[in-house]
Structure formats: C-alpha cells, structure tokens
C-alpha cells in the first residue's frame, strides 16, 4: 500500500522531504524503476519548493501522475490534465488547503513533521492509480 511506503520513507530512517518520500515510496509500489537521477529531482519541490508554496507531496504526487500516464507530451495525453486537476482538488478537500505553510500551521507537529499530510497524499494517489489501472488506460506499465 502506497501510504505505508510513503510514511517508511517520510521518516528519520531516510531522512526525505514530502516530496521525495512520496516519489520514493510510488517508484517501489509501482515499479517504475526511476533513475537516481530522476528521484532526486523532486528534492527541491519539498517545503513548498522552500517558499512554503504548493505543497511538496502534493508536487510529488502529481509528478507520479506524469510519470505513470504521460504518453509522450502532456498535450498529447488525454486525461492527464483532469487526473491532476482530481488529485490536487482532493487534496485540498481533505486537508483544506495545498498551500504548505498553512498545511504546517495545521498539521506539522516536532515529533512526525508532515506525516499526516505525506499519508493523506498518498492515499489519494494511491486512489486515483488503481483506479485508472483498473480502466487499463493509458497506464504506461
């Protein structure tokens, strides 16, 4: 389950901002078989891409979502626009916010940091890939 991945890697143990935990823990589940490279990639979308702007799992999540139904181009790819579009629109529904600095004022806490707000996002992730492989389309396996 991808919300149990996301918090192994959203921990001291690994060390991972919001972004690369969800991003680490979809790449195990889904066995995307991303480079390093391309991990590290979301390592600066984590604390609001440092500005406490848009929400750094919400960021890794929607990257996930390119990675998993992007043909080639995003123009070139029906439905990807409306998968992301459901992705953050859940997000904010259930944690009423995407913003990253209110999502600390809400749900940040010294001991398990975001974890609530990793978890919440993997599991609308983890939605909306199952339910899009239970389609069987355009999932790039």
Known sequence: MLSKL???YYSSTYDLNCA???????????KLNLQKETLKAMSGF?????????CGAA?????????LFTKEKAHETEGLKELT????????DRLKTINCKELKD???DDITKC???VIATADILDDIVTNERTKDLRYND
């Open 85 to 92: 579009a459901d992705l953050v629109n859940r997000v904010e």
């Open 6 to 8: 996301a918090e192994k």
């Open 106 to 108: 809400l749900y940040r």
């Open 115 to 117: 974890k609530l707000v």
């Open 46 to 54: 984590g604390g609001g891409m440092a500005v406490e702007g848009v």
């Open 20 to 30: 690369e935990a969800i991003i680490y823990a979809a790449n195990e589940e889904y």
């Open 59 to 67: 960021a890794g999540a929607v990257a996930v979502l390119g990675i």
